[in-house]
């Protein structure tokens, strides 16, 4: 990763490592599920899903979408058929659900923007979320859990990797009877204030330098209205592909993105400085660092094992690999992954409290966000060899 530091520590040399947070990257990941809970929902091909705890999976249709993005020019290419991105559920009233919609200009991209929007019937209706004062629909981006609460966050600043510049990111949240109140992006409940700075309005994933960036909070810091800035240590990471921070046992922060060069890198001082982890090889290679879509996605169950799907995507039949806490090697995971994955890879991956959720492209050679889904209890991923 661009300017990691340190030698770095072995992932054997880490013991148990028990995550007790987790945020996802906003960038290519339209799964919303959280490690604490059983229920997850992503973006589906042909529509939102929302899966419940007692294992049934209910649909949230897209209905007037589509209608309302053309009539504010926000569709691209008068394109038909809407685009979801990203998606988010409100864990207090499980009728409300939040979603990115991809969206451009008077029609017209790049860039490629995402418009907020949310249901609170299922899906039966829908609304935009309002952007902040002085701010358009154009600047959304993302979603941010907060002590159970979804924030909308918007910025209309492009350069979140200056490590010299500060910023009090602008966030709403909903109130009563359909209102939304403003806010600012607010610190993690649990470990670091380090949190994902804002998607912002781009080029085609993989022809743009932009970059996800990693932002800390200014110390001394309110942690519910933080002052940001970018970290010289970890400007960014990279847009193509989801990424993973997560914090441990013992409040030290990690960042966990297989397009990175050092695809697991960890912070013991709140965010300020990185240092990576090294990982085995498999079989005589380094397993991670591709910075091209679709090649690698990772994450970390909650007992603490390390699960990576790797490519190259188009090339080859996908593999599970899975590195368990204190291992010195990896090992593959047989009869998970869905079949046929050389022809529709595996876009994102997330865990809830019991499963392994996987999302494949829509269609061959479509790399819309929206797929196909398929989990696996976690006690079915055991090694193979």
Request: charged fraction near 15%; aromatic fraction near 8%.
């Amino acid at each position: 990763m661009s300017g990691a530091s340190g030698t770095g520590v072995t992932w054997a040399s880490l013991g148990a490592l028990i995550p007790s947070a987790e945020q996802s990257s906003q960038w290519g990941n339209a799964i919303d599920a959280n490690p604490s809970s059983t229920t997850y929902s992503w973006c589906g091909a042909g529509g939102i899903r929302v899966a419940q705890s007692n294992g049934s999976i209910r649909a949230v249709p897209e209905t007037g979408v589509e209608a309302m993005l053309a009539a504010r020019a926000l569709t691209i290419n008068h394109n038909t058929h809407v685009v979801c991105v990203l998606v988010a559920t409100d864990p207090l009233d499980p009728d409300t659900v939040y979603a990115g919609f991809e969206a451009g200009q008077n029609y017209s991209i790049p860039p490629v923007a995402t418009v907020a929007m949310y249901t609170t019937n299922d899906g039966a209706s829908w609304h935009f979320i309002p952007p902040p004062t002085k701010m358009t629909y154009l600047d959304f981006g993302g979603f941010a859990l907060r002590n159970n609460i979804v924030q909308a966050v918007f910025t209309d600043d492009v350069e979140f990797a200056r490590p010299s510049s500060r910023w009090s990111i602008k966030a709403e949240v909903e109130g009563s009877n359909g209102s939304w109140i403003s806010t600012s992006l607010a610190c993690p409940m649990v470990g670091p204030c380090v949190a994902f700075g804002p998607q912002i309005p781009q080029g085609a994933c993989g022809m743009s330098s932009w970059q996800q960036a990693l932002l800390v909070a200014v110390p001394g810091s309110l942690p519910g209205d933080p002052v940001w800035q970018g970290t010289s240590w970890a400007p960014g990471i990279p847009e193509c592909d989801p990424g993973l921070l997560f914090t441990d046992q013992r409040n030290n922060e990690y960042l966990l993105d297989f397009a990175m060069r050092n695809p697991l890198v960890r912070s013991v001082d709140d965010g300020f400085r990185w240092q990576p982890v090294q990982l085995p090889e498999r079989d005589g290679h380094k397993v991670g660092g591709s910075p091209i879509a679709g090649f690698d996605v990772a994450t970390v169950t909650p007992s603490g094992d390390l699960l990576v799907i790797i490519g190259p995507a188009y090339a080859t039949t996908e593999r599970l690999l899975l590195l368990t806490p204190g291992a010195t090697q990896w090992c593959s995971v047989s009869g998970v992954l869905p079949p046929d994955t050389r022809r529709v890879p595996i876009r994102a991956i997330a865990v809830t409290a019991s499963r392994l959720v996987m999302l494949q492209e829509a269609t061959t050679g479509n790399l819309a966000q929206g797929g196909s889904e398929r989990s696996v209890s976690l006690t079915a991923i055991r090694c193979a060899d």
